[in-house]
């Protein structure tokens, strides 16, 4: 566009000057070719415009929006018309409590209320990008503050409008990936009707009341110590088998003994006990348990 406005400007000095009576009259002819050279050159580069990888343009002439968006790379356009760029890419919207997470300074995050009448603070973040078929009709409906527009409201809505269904706990852990899935799904819908594809939905924080917090937490510490003491009583309750199997075990031990040796196998045990004593080297003194028997003493010398 340079080009095309100092040819225009060259061009109209050399027609001014194409007078005899002027001193720089001989001037006029070569201003008119370079002008005309200028305003061919100006012409060429204004109809070329060239498109980043990841961008679609938009052609606007008078107010007339193009139908067909230009791709990336070299593209012939109208010299007068304007071309916008749209990005492609994905792109992330952040909505977070925290001051320097989100698109918004300070405290951005979704305040809902939940079917309990209780107040969550949930942290978004939403994944999505413009169709580059419906970016000419983006520009004419919407313009190029989309995000502002389209993103973020329809996000926030959404969200507020579905939370109504849970309770607080539910919302934190039992039904969470079910309610994401459900904004999910409206949001995606919202953003299909304006050109935008939704491509992913992520709560990053669901933070609750302080009160139902330490419910939660006394839930949890009572879960805890009753799965304990299930442990102990457990445990107790083995010891005590073991020590029933033990004991009858004893007993049948000593059953057997009272009812299966008699005097005859008794001596002969002691006398065998005898005879391996008396094979040691050490001196023993051997105290016999029957009738009529002394104590002896044996000895290697």
């Known amino acids: 566009m340079f080009f095309l406005v100092l040819g225009f400007l ?17 001037y006029s002819r070569p201003a008119k070719v370079v002008g005309l050279i200028l305003i061919v050159l100006g012409l060429v580069t204004a109809s070329i415009r060239q498109i980043d990888a990841g961008q679609v343009g938009v052609t606007s002439l008078f107010g007339n929006v193009g139908n067909s968006p230009l791709s990336s790379g070299l593209n012939f356009v109208n010299p007068l018309a304007n071309v916008t760029e749209f990005d492609i890419k994905t792109q992330n919207y ?3 409590a925290a001051h320097d ?3 918004k300074e300070g405290d951005d995050a979704i305040r809902v209320l939940t079917a309990d009448g209780l107040e969550v603070v949930i942290d978004l973040t939403v994944l999505y990008r413009v169709v580059p078929a419906d970016a000419p009709r983006i520009y004419s409906s919407i313009g190029t503050d989309y995000m502002d527009k389209i993103v973020r409201p329809i996000t926030r809505t959404r969200i507020r409008d579905n939370a109504v269904y849970y309770d607080a706990i539910a919302l934190y852990s039992t039904r969470r ?5 459900r904004i999910y799904k409206t949001i995606e819908t919202d953003f299909q009707k304006r050109g935008l594809l939704l491509e992913q939905l ?6 609750l009341p302080a009160s139902v917090k330490k419910t939660i937490e006394s839930k949890i510490n009572a879960e805890q110590d009753a799965q304990k003491m299930q442990f102990v009583l457990q445990k ?3 010891e005590a088998e ?7 075990g004893i007993a049948d031990y000593q059953k057997i003994l009272s009812t299966g040796l008699s005097d005859k196998q008794l001596q002969y045990e002691q006398i065998k006990a005898q005879r391996e004593l008396a094979a040691s080297p050490n001196a023993k003194i051997v105290i016999m348990g029957s009738r009529g028997n002394v104590p002896l003493i044996l ?3």
């Open 299 to 301: 000895t290697d010398k």
């Open 94 to 96: 952040t909505m977070s």
């Open 10 to 26: 060259v061009l109209v000095t050399g027609f001014a000057i194409n007078t005899p009576a002027i001193a720089f009259s001989r």
């Open 202 to 207: 992520l709560i990053r924080n669901i933070d």
């Open 242 to 248: 073991r020590k029933r199997v033990e004991a009858q």
């Open 177 to 181: 990936d079910e309610f994401q899935t």
């Open 236 to 238: 107790e309750k083995q």
């Open 101 to 103: 997470e989100g698109q």
